[in-house]
């Protein structure tokens, strides 16, 4: 979103394997002077560098305002987020755990989702303190209070305008957006976050805006829900590093992870045979005797 409101001229490639990344991580972005470029940050970073800056035009007290709503967002509604997709159990199981295994490719779709999952919880509990507890509903009740009162402030911020700084977007707006597409436009088993966001037109219509005038190709609305699955033929797998290293990386730690799930959750256990067992005994016992 942010190099589509700054101009940057980016091919997109979707991947559904982090292994095929350059970097090993995703996002990522391949550059022609720095190499490889991960992490939002940085990608953003990076594309200033090369004076695609979306936020050129503002001020100081705006680009100030910038810094203050991100990190209202951060404190306020991204944890009701990560609480909604990876925390709730009916939304984790049906919805995101399915989500990610049908779409990461075998084997790795057998341990990344739980991976991923450990990492959100962690970074829950960072953003909340020591004082957040998984199974503590009043402190669930306050994390959906807070992002619901976040949402509300954006809509009052946000007004009649088309952006939050005017008629062209900035950072600010990629943020945000990013962050309220997913509650507006995913289906959630429970998506309380949703209910709020749609009794607010104005920000509704902010959303369906920028995805109708940015994320629109062909009849076809962007961001999609699934990513394109590569194929052998296809440009990318062939501009792919060290891809045959990838493969067999993935199939054997794959299996690796799925023999020692099996033997540490008593699926398979590893059995001796007692005749061999017997015959051994034996042959000690003749060598003694000899």
Same mark, same amino acid.
């Given at each position: ?106 084997? !790795? *779709?057998?341990?990344? $989702? @739980?991976?991923?999952?450990?990492? +959100? &919880?962690?970074? /829950? ?58 509650? !507006? *436009?995913?289906?959630? $088993? @429970?998506?309380?976050?949703?209910? +709020? &966001?749609?009794? /607010? ?90």
């Amino acid at each position: 979103t942010y190099a589509k409101f700054s101009g940057a001229p980016l091919k997109v490639h979707k991947l559904s394997n982090p292994w095929r990344s350059p970097s090993g991580q995703l996002p990522a972005l391949k550059t022609l002077d720095e190499g490889v470029v991960f992490q939002t940050s940085n990608i953003i970073t990076h594309l200033r560098k090369q004076k695609y800056n979306a936020d050129y035009d503002l001020s100081a007290t705006q680009g100030a305002d910038t810094l203050a709503f991100i990190s209202l967002l951060e404190e306020k509604l991204l944890p009701a987020l990560i609480h909604t997709f990876w925390v709730d159990a009916k939304n984790y199981v049906d919805h995101t755990r399915k989500w990610y295994a049908e779409t990461i490719p075998f084997p !790795l *779709n057998f341990f990344i $989702p @739980n991976q991923m999952h450990k990492r +959100h &919880l962690e970074r /829950l509990q960072l953003i909340r303190g020591e004082s957040w507890r998984e199974d503590d509903e009043a402190l669930e009740k306050q994390l959906y209070t807070d992002a619901q009162e976040c949402i509300t402030l954006l809509s009052q911020r946000l007004g009649t305008h088309k952006f939050f700084f005017g008629e062209s977007p900035a950072s600010l707006d990629a943020y945000i957006f990013s962050h309220l597409a997913q509650i !507006l *436009n995913v289906k959630l $088993p @429970n998506n309380r976050l949703q209910q +709020h &966001l749609k009794s /607010l037109s104005n920000l509704c219509q902010y959303v369906t805006s920028i995805l109708s005038i940015y994320f629109t190709r062909d009849g076809e609305t962007f961001p999609r829900i699934s990513p394109k699955t590569p194929t052998p033929e296809s440009p990318d797998y062939e501009d792919e590093p060290h891809k045959r290293r990838n493969q067999i990386l993935s199939v054997a730690v794959g299996l690796v992870a799925m023999i020692s799930y099996a033997l540490l959750s008593g699926i398979v256990s590893i059995q001796r045979d007692r005749a061999m067992d017997r015959g051994i005994a034996m042959e000690e016992n003749e060598d003694e005797e000899d």
